[in-house]
């Protein structure tokens, strides 16, 4: 039998860092501030879009400022949110589902959109320097 | 086990429906644009601006960028309940943010009819 008149150690104070999340916790938390980002960078997704599509002269600026490693390395990190909201989002809808609702599963998948989405990101990264 | 009484509206229900909806509409639409840039080459302006205009880019650009505009809106607006807590605040950012939104949305439009 417990003992119920054992003193419980109270306030209990957990370490929420991100660092100390488990893996669909770090997974949850980047969607969230991928999504964020990605809304922040819409009004730019759109500034390009319509530069490369507006005339001759827009594509070549476009080019020209696509070609600046600034904007490159920016470029970099709008990847990597998106592709990380893309794999976690596909995570999502199949737990909306059902589909790896499991612990070692859960951790799996959390695993593979972390791992997926740096790994995609690097890999385009290098062919777009 | 809380004992939750069923009344009133529907919940945020078609909220949550409408970012899985065009969830799936946008991860496909990328798929296609995707497929259709990769085999663009090599990369001028005339080849960029006619990729564009095969109809099934420009179905899946127009489809990706109305559905990014309501996705971002459930999106923003789960945020803003979440972490901006006086009413009066979150609100205000809510209209800024649906302003911005439907800016862009026309913005979108202009890009796709100009295409």
């Known amino acids: 039998m417990p003992d119920l008149t054992a003193k419980k150690k109270r306030p209990l104070w957990y370490n929420l860092s991100p660092l100390n999340l488990p893996l669909p916790g770090l997974v949850s938390i980047f969607h969230r501030v991928s999504g964020a ?19 001759e002269a827009g594509f070549a600026r476009f080019r020209a400022y696509v070609g600046h490693p600034l904007v490159k390395l920016s470029l970099l990190g709008f990847l990597w949110a998106y592709l990380h909201h893309f794999f976690a989002g596909i995570r999502y ?15 799996a998948s959390s695993y593979a959109v972390l791992a997926v989405s740096l790994a995609l990101t ?7 320097w | 086990m809380v004992e939750r009484t069923i009344v009133g509206a529907h919940y945020g229900l078609s909220g949550w429906l409408a970012q899985r909806i065009t969830a799936i509409v946008m991860a496909l639409a990328t798929l296609v644009m995707v497929c259709g840039i990769w085999s663009a080459s090599p990369l001028t302006y005339a080849i960029w601006k006619s990729l564009f205009a095969k109809w099934w880019m420009w179905l ?12 971002a809106w459930v999106g923003v607006r789960d945020i803003l309940m979440d972490y901006i807590k006086p009413t009066g605040i979150r ?25």
Not at chain 1, 122 to 128: I, T
Not at chain 2, 61 to 70: E, I, T
Not at chain 2, 96 to 103: D, E, I, K, P
């Open chain 2, 60 to 71: 899946s650009l127009s489809l990706f960028l109305l559905s990014v505009m309501l996705h």
């Open chain 1, 93 to 107: 809808l199949f737990l909306d589902i059902d589909k790896g609702v499991g612990l070692p599963a859960a951790r």
């Open chain 1, 37 to 55: 980002l990605l809304f922040l960078g819409l009004v730019w997704f759109l500034f390009l879009l319509d530069m490369s599509l507006a005339s």
């Open chain 1, 122 to 128: 690097a890999l385009l990264g290098m062919r777009l």
């Open chain 2, 91 to 115: 609100l205000a950012l809510e209209v800024v943010f649906l302003l911005a939104l439907a800016y862009y949305t026309v913005w979108a439009m202009q890009i796709l009819w100009r295409i």
